[in-house]
């Protein structure tokens, strides 16, 4: 069982920006941020294999959010710049500790979820 907690949510102006954490208690191959907007689905925003660091992004958030991982901290974070009213969510990291981590926005590739952290961009 591998448990994650997510940190660093918050309220900013458009423009600005937050970086989220997601602390890890086991092994994991790979991990992701979704987000979770009222009234929506919950979306695949970025993913990152542990082993190799290679990185995936969905294209609304191409060039603004950098998904990046410290192995020494078991920790992940989503550093989101240039934020937008319509990157308002609550954000999850979800993690996988095993192969087969494709789809990489498949709900169903995860077997691990945090809590979530909210952001809220207001214009």
């Known amino acids: 069982q591998v448990q994650l907690v997510e940190s660093g949510g918050g309220s900013v102006q458009a423009g600005g920006s937050l970086r989220l954490s997601c602390a890890a208690s086991g092994y994991t191959y790979c991990m992701a941020w979704f987000r979770q907007a009222p009234g929506k689905e919950r979306e695949g925003v970025a993913r990152i294999l542990s082993n190799s660091g290679a990185t995936y992004y969905v294209d609304s958030v191409k060039g603004r959010f950098t998904i990046s991982r410290d192995k020494a901290k078991n920790t992940l974070y989503l550093q989101l710049n240039s934020l937008k009213p319509e990157d308002t969510a609550m954000y999850y990291c979800?993690?996988?500790?095993?192969?087969?981590?494709?789809?990489?926005?498949?709900?169903?590739?995860?077997?691990?979820w945090g809590q979530g952290t909210q952001v809220t961009v207001s214009s």
């Open positions: 979800a993690a996988r500790p095993s192969l087969g981590c494709t789809p990489p926005f498949d709900l169903t590739t995860y077997n691990y």
